[in-house]
């Protein structure tokens, strides 16, 4: 990755990804390289103050105006709040915004004690360890009051509510998912009591330690997540190399260093004598907050779909290509956040499951006039509902589509025909739990069809599709905020045109080559 003036103009407005953040910390490494941007920040700095000086004399109405805007509530719908949103979804979560800050603040300090030659010792715990990346909806506390910082010092915290992306040194990246309970102990060990921490370790944070009650988990350069709940430690390694070492109960011989490697996961018991070998939890743990672009994404795009929700990790609300039609995620009580892994890297909207996800709404959804749809998605199952929603924007007598599991857990397409009448098919099979399914409704204006994991499952006549112009569209639950989804649902793609059976075949077959690549 370049790293030129424009890089660095978009970190300073906090635009860029984990990933990148992490590429643009080993960077500044380099001495020579932390002046070039404490330089081209001091820049940005000088000309932030010339504008706002303007504009400060020529719009004081207007900044009176968005100040009362941006202190107005979170809209609710039927007694949910729902995450706010921002159009285009162009602007960059606050806390990246506060990072870019802190980068700034920090080369400039460097800078200074480079020119200077001496600096003094801080004491420990004003040292900062770890760095604020980004974050979704978090909540994080220390000592038990609300940490508003961006660097995070030695103590003890506790991630109450949301997501949260950490830099250490090295450049070693980490993910936190609320619930968790997990102490700062220095700048390559954090003591993690509760919850769930994913780590993505280069070559440089060699020797980063996760210590759980039941074991420490070094890092020899790899990605691996770890899991504390009560009793049990579990750790995955997705790639590289892991050692575990299991802590000895009382009067009992030191076990020995357990080593793991890429595709292997191991359970430490503190009533068992010894670790047992378990399944890796692939979908389990959130470990990029990045939706990359794949070849899945380029396939719908080439297909000439009309609205693509990809369920990316952000705060801005359910985002949208185009960003017309984005929506809102309805949130409730629950505890883990209302996003999980995806059917590939980045996120998935999660509804129950544990989580405070409800849903999705969409208030300006495309329009759909052509006679003709397709609507396609990924889902995953925790447990059977009866009637939960997938997608749908239907209510009462308004509306052109759902797609939903019926009274007997069979996933279940159905229209409105441009006469008025509701037809419906049904799959053959009930859903598998705790497995992604690629599902695929279309409508020709002749035949409805229903398709699962690239394979047409079922079908019936029908007649054109009834115009759709400003139904509201919901995901995970309908407009009553009933019958919710229990699990996830990903990569919805809405077109208005029927797919071909080929097409939905190379759907399918760009989504197992992507699902191979990810896991």
């Not at 109960?249 to 357990?258: D, F, L, T, V």
């Amino acid at each position: 990755m370049l790293i030129n003036d424009e890089f660095t103009d978009r970190v300073l407005e906090g635009e860029v990804s984990g990933a990148e953040a992490l590429e643009f910390q080993s960077w500044l490494q380099a001495p020579a390289n932390l002046e070039r941007f404490a330089l081209r920040a001091e820049l940005h700095s000088d000309l932030r103050r010339s504008l706002r000086r303007r504009s400060i004399q020529s719009n004081a109405n207007v900044c009176e105006t968005v100040v009362e805007e941006a202190t107005s509530p979170e809209p609710c719908y039927d007694g949910l709040v729902t995450s706010s949103t921002t159009g285009g979804f162009s602007l960059a979560s606050p806390r990246m915004v506060i990072f870019a800050g802190v980068v700034v603040a920090t080369a400039c300090l460097v800078l200074a004690f480079l020119n200077v030659g001496n600096r003094r010792d801080l004491d420990s715990d004003q040292l900062q360890y770890a760095t604020i990346v980004s974050e979704v909806t978090s909540r994080l506390t220390k000592n038990g009051s609300i940490w508003k910082g961006v660097g995070l010092s030695a103590g003890k915290y506790r991630l109450e509510r949301g997501l949260l992306n950490l830099g250490l040194a090295g450049g070693v990246m980490v993910y936190v998912e609320a619930p968790t309970r997990f102490d700062i102990a220095s700048e390559k060990k954090i003591i993690l009591h509760s919850g769930r921490i994913s780590a993505n370790v280069p070559s440089d944070g060699t020797g980063f330690t996760i210590v759980t009650p039941e074991a420490d988990v070094i890092d020899f350069g790899t990605e691996f997540s770890v899991d504390v709940g009560v009793g049990t430690s579990e750790v995955h390694v997705f790639d590289g190399l892991v050692r575990v070492q299991p802590k000895s109960r009382q009067g009992a011989k030191r076990q020995a260093a357990i080593d793991l490697r890429t595709s292997q996961a191991v359970k430490i018991n503190d009533e068992a004598a010894e670790p047992v070998d378990i399944e890796l939890a692939t979908d389990r743990f959130i470990r990029t907050f990045d939706e990359s672009r794949r070849r899945y994404s380029r396939t719908v795009k080439s297909l000439a779909t009309v609205a693509f929700y990809r369920m990316a990790i952000r705060d801005q609300g359910l985002a949208c290509q185009p960003p017309q039609y984005s929506g809102v995620v309805l949130m409730g009580d629950g505890r883990r956040p209302p996003h999980a892994r995806g059917v590939f890297s980045g996120g998935s909207l999660r509804i129950q499951a544990d989580s405070i996800g409800r849903g999705g709404r969409v208030d300006t959804p495309p329009p759909l006039r052509s006679g003709q749809l397709t609507l396609a998605a990924f889902v995953y199952l925790d447990a059977t509902a009866k009637g939960a929603i997938v997608a749908t924007n239907i209510h009462n007598d308004s509306g052109n589509f759902s797609l939903a599991l019926n009274e007997q857990g069979y996933l279940q397409a159905t229209i409105r025909n441009s006469d008025g009448h509701v037809r419906s098919i049904v799959s053959d099979t009930t859903v598998t739990l705790q497995s992604w399914l690629h599902v695929v409704m279309t409508a020709d204006g002749e035949v409805l069809r229903l398709y699962e994991d690239g394979r047409q499952v079922a079908s019936i006549t029908c007649s054109s599709v009834a115009d759709s112009e400003t139904d509201v569209m919901w995901f995970g639950t309908d407009s009553g905020g009933q019958n919710l989804w229990d699990g996830r649902i990903d990569e919805v793609a809405l077109f208005d045109r029927e797919l071909s059976d080929a097409e939905v075949l190379d759907l399918y077959q760009a989504a197992l080559e992507e699902i191979g690549k990810s896991e």
